[in-house]
């Protein structure tokens, strides 16, 4: 997960710029330097880069491929001293204000595919709204028995922080099938306390769920700001069961998420391309 904890620079935004063009060179990308989303789009289609490089795997040395869906794996070239080559990587990439983030795993191409990562910020839109006004906005895209999980008159944070869990389960799942924008998320049931997950009423068996939360200080101008995110990882594991992990600790969380920031990545950009 990559923090975008302060404003950049056009020298940042010209090196991204630079660097996904030459990793990505088949990508149209557009130069637009004072909107905040193409830097967002440019730092997150760096993160497989950095992966790779963290791996001690050149720019020239994998490929990158896309399903008719639009999913993305990495197969490494072939080389000629005849070792068997690593397993694919499939990977998905998304991002949501200041956090840009990656969904990695590893096994063949078939199955690395099935995989996507839903961010929601805990925050009202537009600001000042209230947040029952909100939650009612997006009333279409819940099921009954979601809005009675959630249950509106709960506090505030209970139920902003309900709301964003239950959106961004359903945006990992769709993200991970494939599926465009528009689709219809109130066809998708999370019953998270009695650990369900259907769409069309068929229950979504062999589903992994992995949910937690990020906290940024994210600087705007020389004021610091305190931002969350419900962040969950949507895989498909192919067994019997429906399965939701909860990474509630610092610590747990450390063995499964890696967090950087503008800084980090900027630090490396040199070698990104090599």
Known sequence: MLSLNREYTKMEYDTSFQLCKLCFPNDKIKYDFNNPDSFRMLMTQLLPVLMMRHRRVPRAKWQDH??????????????????????AIGYQLTFHNSLCGMAVTQGNPAQVVNIGLGVKQLKVEPRGTTVPVYFESLSHKLTQLEIENINPKNPDEIVLKRLCMILALKESYIKAIGQPIGFDLSRLEFDVPNRQATGDGNALVGWEFRVFTAKLGVARGTILKQEEYECVC??????????FIFHQTPQELENWVQFINIDQLMAVSSKLAA
Not at 66 to 87: C, F, L, Q, S
Not at 234 to 243: I, K, L, S, V, W
């Open 234 to 243: 949507a895989y498909y594991r192919g067994n019997t069961e429906t399965n």
């Open 66 to 87: 896309v399903t008719p869906t639009g999913k993305h794996w990495i197969e490494h070239a072939p080389d000629n001293t005849g070792r068997v080559r690593p397993p």
